[in-house]
């Protein structure tokens, strides 16, 4: 049984008439308050119960039952302080739950599936409160049984066992999948967020690299257009040279640039001068054969007595001409 300064103090707030009254209106709420109250102080007399001025989001501010205490969930943790402020319209509403970390050592984790950073508790069994099959009792309970698998404090060897398999009621078994389903969803956003900057990057490095192709295209085309007027301006002047060489010009330049070989430009001045002209020629063909020979015989492309039979062949040929390159040489010294 709960002591009597519980009793008392219980029933002194829950009737009192002056300004400083509780908001619990409702006469029935107040027995069901009382009754609840008396409950979880007989299960946990360590507890304190108080009242006290509870502010709401919405700025709106009420008088309510505040019981706090702390409890631990195994020793070799630190113990977790809380408060339970009993709201207006309790049973109908929920509890409002709150970690309270008065020890500079051991602040509230960042990342806790049920506590956020600043310490309010939002628990499946809060989340999903309804009254008659909720009470404060369980509440607790369920509290005990969330933080002995995730503590809500930064300690040295903090660990997370929601994946212990063992056998749970259907309130734990939801405790912790709600507690395996945040960290993969914590894990899940953190791979996201990586991939997405990891693209964002790559796309800036495409859009640079499609900037520079497109400077580069157009840098293109600009030459193409510039190559273009060119060619016409060159076209145009070499019409106006062909017409001119028509003209004044000499009928076989004019041969060669209508497409006439560039040998016929070429007319020697007398018969010995022909003869070397023709000489020098052969002379040179018969050399560039060779060499291409020479290349064929390296790559194995004719055979050793085929090269040697046709290098023979040629430079017998060549002698020749090289015999009368010379005699037309020495011919020309006497005349001179």
Request: aromatic share 10%.
């Amino acid at each position: 049984m709960a002591p009597s300064s519980s009793i008392q103090f219980i029933d002194t707030a829950l009737w009192c008439t002056t300004p400083f009254r509780l908001s619990y209106a409702d006469p029935n709420q107040k027995w069901l308050i009382r009754k609840q109250l008396l409950s979880l102080l007989q299960n946990y007399p360590s507890f304190n119960l108080s009242n006290d001025t509870f502010t709401h989001n919405d700025g709106t501010a009420v008088n309510l039952f505040k019981v706090s205490g702390c409890f631990h969930v195994s020793q070799s943790t630190p113990p977790i302080h809380f408060t339970l402020w009993l709201h207006e319209n309790y049973p109908s509403m929920a509890p409002m739950a709150f970690i309270v970390s008065s020890n500079s050592m051991y602040p509230i984790r960042q990342n806790h599936p049920f506590v956020s950073p600043c310490g309010t508790i939002t628990t499946p069994y809060l989340q999903t409160w309804s009254y008659p099959g909720y009470n404060l009792n369980d509440l607790v309970h369920n509290l005990v049984q969330i933080f002995s698998h995730d503590h809500p404090l930064i300690y040295y060897s903090t660990e997370f066992s929601f994946t212990r398999t063992s056998l749970v009621s259907k309130r734990e078994a939801l405790d912790r999948f709600s507690g395996m389903l945040h960290y993969d969803m914590g894990a899940l956003q953190s791979r996201t967020e990586e991939e997405t900057e990891a693209l964002l990057t790559i796309q800036v490095e495409l859009k640079n690299r499609a900037r520079v192709i497109r400077n580069i295209v157009s840098g293109l085309d600009d030459e193409r257009k510039k190559l273009k007027e060119t060619v016409m301006e060159l076209a145009g002047e070499a019409d106006v040279l062909t017409n001119w060489l028509k003209v004044n010009g000499d009928p076989k330049a004019i041969g060669v640039i209508l497409g006439d070989r560039v040998e016929d430009t070429f007319e020697a001045i007398d018969a010995e001068s022909k003869a070397e002209f023709e000489g020098s020629a052969a002379d040179e063909a018969i050399e560039d054969v060779i060499y291409a020979l020479d290349k064929a015989l390296e790559r194995g492309v004719v055979s050793f007595d085929s090269y040697i039979r046709q290098v023979r062949i040629l430079a017998r040929e060549q002698f020749f001409h090289r015999d009368l390159l010379v005699n037309l040489e020495v011919k020309r010294g006497f005349t001179h």
